[in-house]
């Protein structure tokens, strides 16, 4: 038998500056045929997962494109034309089964669904052939989505460090399916609920309650059940909580375990959104915490949403207040990082930090930070992460330069990375187990690689276009009235 297995990944922030060429898919991880293959048979990902699957079941793999990149502005329509055509292109050569590992909050310039044009796409040239999908925990899930695969599967975890297992889980689904021991059918929803991203770590309330009875739906008899908190800083209809539930030809019980779910989120509707505190007095507060290292997250400008990663908001506060023994992760500034590299190593420098990028959509232009200090390592910016999250994969932070003021450390990256795995700092020979202060551009996937560390984290509500703040932002395609843009 021969199987597609594919990766198109990008959750897009249609409020981010950050453009998304194909360059953008390239600087994190673009490949094609056999490269793709390799760069992810030894990955905790779920095309590691279907790669394995497959392999066992002696099946003929095709590996056609595997793309991902960093969360940020819409994607141009040239990267996604050349994704759904690799991957289109190698279904109309013929196949038994296809395995996709996206997103489920890619918008284009072409299309607001990615994932769903995608997938009509591919049951128009094969409108019987299996396809298992994996999502993200953040998908906006859509009609088009679920009406054109044959199960449909997401995370239960943020940091997302089920990958691997949620694509076994899926892939197995697909496998019993071909084989006639399974008959696939799902039922999906969603509730006009906006919940926030800052609210869905797993190990939180509510969102955790609800991954529980997911799983307990599983247990049950389920083949899959997921929740979905959304992406909610995607200006689509669609866009908001959702759950979706893979049965094995029961479809009454995938329907009432769906309504279960999603009549329990719209109770708690209240603790999906975050309650926000001056900025001066969370740093202030940080100051008298005498256990260490104490976490301060730059939550509004995470690029792991789509930030432009150089709002300089939150490390100025931290620099006024005179935070002692800080590390920070990261500072997106090319033109600083080649500015010391050409400095040199042990160099003093002063710079125009961060600041590079204008957010229109908040109606805030970028302000750089006047910092001085020294050159105090210099680096590639490449490291394989070790943690539990993304585990196997390269990180390519670009060029990549350590600026140490004195009483922080500053970790200057010319591509865009979210802080997940201890290899951002340690690559740079910081042990951020020693540090007083690390002040992440981060929301929850810090957790995956600090979480253990941190003996307090403090949420640092600065600016940038991953606000939780929703009088920042203007939504203008999402369905209406939704909570809690409107009192319901």
């Known amino acids: 038998m021969r199987v597609v297995i594919a990766q198109m990944k990008h959750e897009t922030n249609t409020f981010s500056p950050v453009p998304t060429p194909w360059a953008r898919f390239e600087e994190w991880g673009a490949y094609f045929g056999e490269q793709a293959m390799l760069a992810y048979e030894d990955t905790a990902m779920p095309m590691g997962s279907y790669i394995r699957l497959a392999r066992d079941a002696g099946m003929d793999i095709v590996t056609p494109v595997a793309a991902e990149a960093m969360p940020s502005g819409i994607v141009e329509a040239d990267a996604y034309q050349r994704i759904c055509d690799a991957i289109c292109g190698a279904v109309a050569a013929g196949c038994d089964a296809v395995m996709l590992d996206l997103h489920g909050a890619m918008v284009s310039e072409t299309t607001p669904d990615g994932e769903g044009a995608l997938l009509e796409r591919i049951r128009s040239i094969a409108p019987e052939v299996p396809i298992c999908v994996t999502c993200d925990l953040h998908a906006n899930l859509t009609e088009a989505m679920v009406a054109n695969c044959t199960a449909l599967i997401g995370y239960k975890t943020y940091p997302h460090i089920d990958m691997a297992q949620v694509g076994e889980q899926v892939g197995k689904i697909l496998l019993r399916a071909i084989e006639g021991e399974v008959t696939p059918v799902m039922a999906w929803g969603n509730r006009p609920l906006l919940a926030q991203t800052l609210r869905m770590g797993h190990e939180d309330q509510p969102m955790g309650g609800l991954l529980e009875m997911a799983r307990r739906a599983e247990s049950g008899g389920l083949l899959a059940m997921t929740v979905f908190g959304g992406f909610p800083l995607a200006d689509v209809e669609q866009a908001g909580l959702s759950a979706i539930a893979v049965a094995d030809g029961d479809t009454r019980a995938a329907r009432g375990a769906v309504d279960g779910i999603l009549d329990a989120a719209w109770a708690n509707r209240d603790?999906?959104?975050?309650?926000?505190?001056?900025?001066?007095?969370?740093?202030?507060?940080?100051?008298?915490?005498?256990?260490?290292?104490?976490?301060?997250?730059?939550?509004?400008?995470?690029?792991?949403?789509?930030?432009?990663?150089?709002?300089?908001?939150?490390?100025?506060?931290?620099?006024?207040?005179?935070?002692?023994?800080?590390?920070?992760?990261?500072?997106?500034?090319?033109?600083?990082?080649?500015?010391?590299?050409?400095?040199?190593?042990?160099?003093?420098?002063?710079?125009?930090?961060?600041?590079?990028?204008?957010?229109?959509?908040?109606?805030?232009?970028?302000?750089?930070?006047?910092?001085?200090g020294r050159v105090a390592r210099l680096s590639d910016g490449r490291f394989k992460v070790e943690g539990p999250m993304y585990t196997g994969v390269t990180v390519k932070m670009g060029p990549t330069a350590l600026l140490d003021t004195g009483r922080m450390q500053i970790v200057v990256v010319s591509r865009h990375h979210e802080p997940w795995d201890l290899g951002v700092f340690t690559s740079l020979g910081i042990d951020p187990a020693n540090k007083k202060y690390l002040l992440l551009k981060s929301r929850i996937h810090y957790r995956a690689g600090f979480g253990g560390l941190a003996r307090h984290t403090l949420h640092c509500d600065g600016e940038g276009v991953t606000t939780s703040d929703n009088d920042r932002l203007i939504f203008r395609n999402v369905r209406r009235p939704i909570f809690p843009l409107d009192a319901m």
């Open 271 to 372: 603790q999906f959104l975050h309650r926000h505190r001056p900025l001066r007095e969370t740093v202030a507060h940080a100051k008298t915490l005498a256990e260490h290292p104490v976490i301060l997250l730059d939550h509004a400008d995470n690029v792991g949403s789509g930030g432009t990663e150089d709002v300089m908001t939150v490390i100025a506060e931290v620099m006024r207040q005179q935070l002692d023994d800080v590390a920070v992760a990261a500072v997106w500034d090319p033109e600083a990082a080649r500015i010391m590299r050409e400095a040199g190593l042990g160099a003093e420098v002063t710079l125009r930090l961060g600041g590079r990028t204008a957010m229109p959509s908040i109606g805030l232009g970028g302000q750089p930070l006047v910092v001085t």
